[in-house]
């Protein structure tokens, strides 16, 4: 017999029964009926349900195991009697009758209760971040994970796709989030980075002639946390192709992402490929938002004309002096009292916004301020031009385009979830399509890159020059599933007359890209082919499959808000000796906590 088992703790049935067993795992929970004790054991497969009673001389080694110990039993396999099966366990139809038990490994007082999925302090669920994962819910988070990675694989392979990896260690880029930097030892006072994506090294495969490429690729950023990203490292699916269009992409991606997600939909259903395709420009008018939720049914109306000259001083005063309405439709919302309608409004200030105007219908009567100073007729027509039924409402948010745009967007949110509007139970794809390439940057007074300065202008190089900038789109693009944006991409641009020019309009000169991006735009001037891609979120689509509101949930071995790891007590102080190696000098800022004694031993040579 094996030193440890001879099966798993999913691995007996009743297929098993009479048979001699040995299992080993961790002590999950203990039962004692009197005379009778049960204990669950658990491994990573699942657990089994282990007995003994006063004719077992295991009883009594039993009876003084901690939770969470680790243990090796021998028994017997035996039928569970009838009206005790347990459908939920894979092992619900057996127990093991224990005869022996071998402590492996002892467990002090528990942190943290294992045995239950109860909430706990984010400190202490990340400071014990190992027995975390031992709880169900989280181990069966991470084992998603990893099927979905090995998923995602096998389908782009399908695809026709090649995995390699791109370096670890690279140069600092001017351009996107902060970088994590890292000495150099042997070339003193200069700086590797960690990469924020593999981007360049991705388009210089093209230029190499490797057609399709792909990566699990871990990126960093030093950038704060969020519920939807992980401080400092998160995954992606990175992936680049060779002589495509904006279509090709897309179709060679969706069968990846639809794929994967219907494998572990887990009776939910996926929106089918092709997705639907929404301008940029459309999806900020119609939802408030470049990452639209589409499984809320509302959609926002433009309806600034219809408050010119209106009765309703405040609006029209907005209109008279350029500013925009929009209307965020309410179904149903006319059945709820009138506190519904002034909590959306608190709400909106809670926001920062100064409120949200609405109309209230009650058995097909148009209510309130706006109602009642807008006039009648006015009201009778936007009612009908908005559709609205006899007990239903409408907010409205009046500002700048950009201002009233964003507050319409969260009250589209807002209101989808007060009202249950959310459709459950579904996954809802779409595509964000032709982002502007340049914006106006009112702090610097001139125009930038509104994304990414390295997609292709449409029009390419007629279109730089003959355009006005603010009116160029890009052949760039987002995916997005249920309001979350699982990854920017891009048609690249490949050719560096057209990139210098596009770097011309945002402000700098040929030298400056020369400087600040050598590797791509050399590599440019020997031969390019066009070429695209994008680089879905890894955590993000498991935060999805697994119905999780935070990505902490599906990452192993999280950071927590502030980008500390509690449990390996990261970042840390490091030695004088590795300073000096690194010709390093920590310098005690003004206003910073006391220093580390490794701190302090090099303050006196910062001078």
């Excluded at 007359?497 to 590599?523: C, H, L, R, W």
Aim: aromatic share 10%; proline share 7%.
């Amino acid at each position: 017999m094996h030193a440890y088992r001879t099966h798993n703790c999913a691995g007996l049935s009743a297929a098993q029964v009479g048979q001699e067993v040995r299992l080993s795992g961790w002590v999950h929970r203990k039962r004692d009926h009197g005379g009778i004790l049960f204990v669950d054991l658990r491994d990573h497969y699942g657990i089994t349900q282990i007995v003994a009673d006063s004719d077992s001389a295991a009883l009594p080694v039993l009876e003084s195991l901690r939770v969470e110990l680790v243990v090796t039993i021998d028994g017997v396999v035996k039928a569970r009697a009838e009206g005790t099966t347990n459908p939920n366990l894979a092992t619900g139809e057996i127990e093991v009758f224990a005869r022996s038990i071998t402590v492996q490994s002892a467990a002090q007082e528990l942190p943290l209760p294992v045995a239950s999925e109860a909430d706990y302090p984010e400190d202490i669920r990340l400071r014990y971040r190992f027995l975390d994962l031992r709880r169900e819910r989280i181990h069966k988070n991470i084992v998603l994970r990893s099927n979905v990675i090995a998923s995602i694989r096998r389908r782009m392979i399908g695809q026709g796709f090649t995995e390699f990896q791109t370096p670890i260690l690279t140069a600092s880029s001017p351009e996107g989030a902060r970088d994590f930097l890292v000495p150099s030892r042997i070339h003193p006072g200069k700086f590797y980075a960690l990469p924020q994506a593999p981007q360049m090294f991705k388009q210089l495969l093209m230029v190499a002639g490797f057609d399709r490429y792909f990566q699990i690729a871990p990126c960093f950023r030093d950038e704060d946390a969020r519920a939807d990203r992980s401080p400092g490292e998160f995954y992606q699916l990175d992936f680049e192709m060779s002589f495509v269009t904006q279509d090709d992409v897309f179709a060679a991606i969706e069968p990846v992402l639809h794929g994967v997600f219907e494998e572990f939909a887990n009776g939910r259903v996926v929106s089918p490929a092709p997705f639907p395709r929404i301008a940029y420009r459309d999806a900020m008018l119609r939802y408030g938002s470049d990452k639209p939720d589409l499984r809320n049914p509302i959609e926002i109306v433009d309806v600034t004309d219809q408050f010119k000259g209106s009765g309703f001083g405040i609006f029209a005063r907005l209109v008279e002096s350029g500013n925009v309405v929009r209307a965020i439709p309410a179904p149903g919302a006319g059945t709820k009292s009138r506190k519904f309608f002034d909590d959306m409004n608190d709400w909106a200030r809670q926001q920062g916004y100064t409120g949200l105007g609405y109309i209230n219908i009650k058995d097909g009567e148009p209510g309130g301020p706006i109602a009642k100073n807008h006039g009648e007729e006015a009201t009778a027509k936007l009612v009908q031009m908005l559709g609205l039924g006899p007990n239903d409402g409408v907010f409205f948010a009046a500002g700048k385009e950009g201002q009233a745009a964003k507050l319409a967007g969260l009250a589209r949110t807002r209101v989808g979830e007060e009202l249950g509007l959310i459709e459950q139970g579904v996954f809802q794809f779409c595509w964000i399509v032709d982002f502007p390439m340049f914006e106006y940057d009112e702090d610097a007074k001139k125009v930038d890159f509104s994304h990414n300065p390295f997609s292709m202008p449409q029009g390419e190089l007629e279109a730089l020059e003959t355009k006005d900038p603010l009116d160029i789109l890009a052949y760039q693009y987002d995916i997005v599933c249920n309001g979350i944006e699982l990854s920017s991409g891009a048609i690249r641009n490949h050719r560096p007359d057209i990139m210098y020019k596009a770097f011309e309009i945002a402000g700098y000169s040929q030298a400056e890209v020369d400087t600040n991006f050598p590797g791509m735009i050399n590599a440019f001037k020997y031969g390019a082919p066009p070429h695209g891609g994008s680089a879905p979120g890894i955590d993000r689509i498991v935060m999805l499959l697994a119905d999780e509101p935070n990505i902490r949930e599906v990452v192993l071995f999280p950071m927590n808000q502030k980008a500390e790891d509690l449990m390996m007590n990261a970042p840390s102080a490091v030695t004088l000796k590795q300073l000096r190696e690194l010709h390093i000098r920590v310098v005690d800022q003004p206003g910073a906590k006391p220093m580390t004694p490794v701190a302090q031993a090099v303050a006196p040579d910062a001078g």
